[in-house]
């Protein structure tokens, strides 16, 4: 018996070795993951700027804008193009408080010259189309956007269905934290979703409308070699059409391991 302790002894300690390797691997991951959410929650930021315009100039499919915030747009991006109803005024009061507004299409921008934009309308509301002197915006308020489970991503002893809560939360609140997004309760999107790895999940323009949000914003996890990057798809809720994509290699994190997010 005595001459078969230090094998056990070897045994015990190469096991907490896997098992600490496990885990740093796990808290690295997670770790270099929350940090990438954190770039890219500001890049996001900096690509929806906030937009108060007017149509001047409709024809056909085809408007033109000129108002403030234009120059910072660019291609591809969606405005909301509405109009203004009736005065509405305080009930006690009667003071005047503003206009009733109705939506009327969404606008896609096609191109920016100095101060104006054109931009097609790609979605008409209750039969309703543009005219001269509607206005157009990219709302000042905080976007909506539903989080989407990160792909690719398999954590150390937890189930899926656990981190994708825990990443979806993460992204959710990164986003929140910026100030230009409200983020969809992540319980409520996980339930849209339905469970990880189902045959047939629902594309993330039937989780958009699902869940009545404008926006859906998806991500996952590639690994090429030795790198690893993490590709991310903001997806008009209204269109389906992709608005912004980009491929972020996966950051290293700056805090110490034993951080736990």
């Known amino acids: 018996m005595a001459r078969g302790r230090p094998t056990i002894r070897v045994a015990i300690a190469a096991l907490g070795l896997v098992v600490a390797g496990a885990m740093g691997a796990r808290a690295d991951l997670l770790q270099d993951l929350g940090a990438t959410f954190e770039r890219v929650a500001q890049e996001l930021q900096a690509t929806f700027p906030k937009v108060e315009a007017r149509i001047v100039l409709v024809e056909g499919a085809q408007v033109r804008l000129a108002g403030s915030g234009l120059t910072a ?3 591809g991006l969606e405005l909301v193009a509405y109009r203004k109803g009736a005065l509405f005024r305080h009930p006690i009061t009667n003071q ?7 939506e009327v299409a969404t ?5 920016i010259e100095g101060d104006q934009a054109t931009a097609r309308v790609a979605v008409t509301e209750g039969g309703r189309t543009p005219i001269a002197g509607d206005g157009a915006r990219l709302t000042a308020g905080r ?3 539903a989080v989407l489970p990160t792909l690719g991503v398999q954590v150390a002893g937890e189930t899926p269905q656990d981190t994708a809560l825990l990443l979806v939360s993460r992204f959710s609140a990164l986003l929140e934290k910026t100030g230009r997004f409200l983020a969809v309760e992540p319980q409520r999107v996980l339930e849209a979703v339905g469970p990880a790895g189902s045959a047939a999940p629902p594309s993330p323009l039937e989780v958009a409308r699902k869940l009545r949000a404008p926006a859906v914003l998806t991500s996952r996890v590639v690994e090429e070699g030795r790198a690893r990057h993490l590709e991310t798809a903001w997806i008009s809720g209204r269109t389906g059409a992709t ?3 980009s491929r972020t290699p996966l950051a290293r994190a700056a805090y ?3 951080f736990a997010w």
């Open 73 to 75: 747009l660019r291609p």
């Open 96 to 102: 005047p408080l503003g206009h009733a507004e109705e």
């Open 107 to 111: 606008l896609v921008v096609t191109s």
């Open 143 to 145: 976007i909506p956007v």
């Open 243 to 245: 608005l912004v994509a």
């Open 256 to 258: 110490p391991p034993r």
